[in-house]
């Protein structure tokens, strides 16, 4: 099983590089879906790692992949300026999986 990174920034990408785990910096939206379509093309692939502001240009893309994939387990990770609100992230993915408002 691999992991795989999307950055928006070197930092993280070299970071996680140290670790063992390879990535790829996008910046645009378009960038950060082709990125994540080639990676997707990888049958190893058990966890594609994006950094938030890389997950929040495909925003839309993303949790359509979340809803439909079974693999490869698709997680967003704070860069080095910090986290942003989790607690709309997942109140927004309860929405639209099953309708519920939170």
């Avoid at 790692?49 to 925003?59: H, N, P, Q, S």
């Amino acid at each position: 099983m691999k992991m795989y990174l999307i950055s928006d920034n070197i930092d993280t990408q070299i970071g996680m590089r140290l670790a063992g785990i390879d990535g790829c910096v996008a910046h645009t939206a378009d960038e950060v879906q082709a990125e994540i379509k080639k990676a997707l093309a990888d049958k190893e692939l058990g966890i594609l790692v994006l950094t938030e502001k890389a997950g929040a240009t495909v925003k839309e893309y993303l949790n359509r992949l979340k809803l439909t994939l079974h693999t490869p387990l698709i997680i967003e990770i704070p860069d080095r300026h910090g986290s942003r609100d989790i607690a709309h992230s997942i109140n927004s993915l309860v929405q639209e999986s099953i309708g519920l408002k939170l």
